[in-house]
């Protein structure tokens, strides 16, 4: 099955790839490789003014009121050019949670100021075992005066340094059920208490670190979606950013392919292009057909998640754990055809060979959507095979 883009999509992709193409040039992202921060607040204030920080969110608060196959399409983009922002972590754990679960009060105030640019969420999730499910958090949040007060440590917090706010998984209550009991909280990130630490991280271009939080006070008013009722709303916001990461990882998948192929009509080994000997052909033909059938599966789980389908999650778990697969994979291919320059520092090819490893991890690797998708059918054929909860890193 194919959707095909409609005509504003079509316009949507084209200025994202000229914006991106004319404002993030190569030098620019290799100077944020080095970056303590990772990314560039003149880029970031260009992006809000284009209305992107605001894509899926309603008019009513300053949004564009587009849908997420929308949000899918500048994805593309955004991956394809390996675009040093935190924008995946602001839109979903910052609008799109709170639109979805806020209170109208927490909308008004907080949807505008993701919207400008004011606002950079971070979602500071997991803890010592590094898996996103319940029994994993266990910061504590006790409820004093009107307020809670949280103390421990998160670790792998994607865009902690360029982070405004951070939404804060904690335990507010111990039960024997360990879904129960967890409070989404909205932190702000300049709280005396809050120290963060740099994680030596693979993909330099999506810094992780270390924070710990150390009795800092939240008001009642910044708790998201209720107390003791974070589990689910954390399961539902995370199925949301598999599938923005899988459209992610479709435009990384299409940049390795282009500049694979170009380079093989370009390398010329025994007096003519290295394109035209079959085992090259034979590999350029596995990347492009890696690459559609990622493409079908994220275009899936796209439009279901637009139209609300009951069988989002399941259409999400086929195209992040393909996506995984096909990414790591074609950045495989990528550098073996390229040859010794394939993994040089010069070479933009080693930069999306690590973008692959960490967009696969990132809420849920290949593997634990595998486990998902077989417990699914498991349940649905009336199997009773027993599994483990599988590993679900963040971003």
């Known amino acids: 099955m194919e959707w095909v883009l409609n005509e504003e999509q079509e316009m949507l992709k084209t200025m994202a790839r000229d914006f991106i193409a004319k404002e993030c040039q190569r030098a620019h992202i290799r100077a944020m490789l080095d970056d303590e921060v990772g990314y560039s607040p003149v880029l970031w204030k260009k992006i809000a003014e284009l209305g992107w920080l605001g894509l899926t969110l309603p008019e009513t608060y300053g949004g564009a009121g587009m849908s997420f196959r929308d949000l899918a399409v500048l994805c593309e983009e955004m991956g394809r050019a390996l675009l040093p922002a935190p924008f995946i972590s602001t839109v979903v754990f910052g609008g799109m949670l709170i639109n979805a679960y806020g209170t109208?009060?927490?909308?008004?105030?907080?949807?505008?100021?993701?919207?400008?640019?004011?606002?950079?969420?971070?979602?500071?999730?997991?803890?010592?075992?590094?898996?996103?499910?319940?029994?994993?958090?266990?910061?504590?949040?006790?409820?004093?005066?009107?307020?809670?007060?949280?103390?421990?440590?998160?670790?792998?917090?994607?865009?902690?340094?360029?982070?405004?706010?951070?939404?804060?998984?904690?335990?507010?209550?111990?039960?024997?059920?360990?879904?129960?009991?967890?409070?989404?909280?909205?932190?702000?990130?300049?709280?005396?208490?809050?120290?963060?630490?740099?994680?030596?991280?693979?993909?330099l271009l999506r810094k992780q670190y270390e924070v710990e939080v150390t009795r800092v006070a939240v008001p009642v008013s910044n708790i998201i979606g209720g107390v003791n009722k974070g589990w689910p709303i954390l399961k539902q916001i995370a199925t949301v950013a598999a599938a923005v990461l899988s459209a992610e990882m479709v435009g990384g998948m299409e940049w390795v392919l282009d500049t694979t192929v170009a380079y093989t009509k370009d390398r010329i080994a025994f007096g003519v292009p290295i394109g035209s000997f079959q085992a090259i052909k034979h590999q350029c033909a596995d990347m492009k057909t890696a690459l559609e059938y990622s493409r079908s599966l994220m275009e899936w789980a796209a439009e279901a998640i637009k139209d609300n389908d009951p069988d989002a999650p399941l259409a999400v778990s086929m195209a992040k754990a393909y996506c995984g697969d096909s990414y790591r994979f074609m950045t495989n291919r990528g550098v073996q055809i390229h040859g010794g320059i394939g993994f040089t520092w010069d070479h933009d090819m080693h930069l999306y060979f690590k973008r692959a490893r960490s967009s696969d991890t990132a809420f849920g690797d290949a593997n634990y959507h595998r486990e998902l998708l077989a417990k699914h059918f498991d349940k649905h054929m009336g199997g009773s095979t027993v599994r483990g909860r599988g590993a679900m890193m963040m971003m």
């Not at 994993?136 to 307020?147: K, Q, S, T």
């Not at 998160?154 to 409070?183: Q, S, Y």
């Open 104 to 203: 109208e009060e927490q909308k008004k105030e907080w949807l505008p100021k993701i919207i400008n640019g004011e606002v950079i969420v971070s979602p500071a999730l997991l803890e010592e075992d590094g898996d996103l499910w319940p029994g994993g958090i266990n910061m504590r949040a006790i409820a004093r005066d009107g307020e809670f007060s949280l103390t421990g440590t998160k670790l792998f917090v994607t865009d902690a340094r360029a982070a405004t706010h951070f939404v804060v998984a904690a335990r507010t209550e111990k039960t024997d059920n360990p879904e129960d009991g967890i409070t989404l909280f909205l932190v702000d990130a300049k709280e005396w208490g809050i120290f963060i630490k740099s994680l030596g991280s693979m993909d």
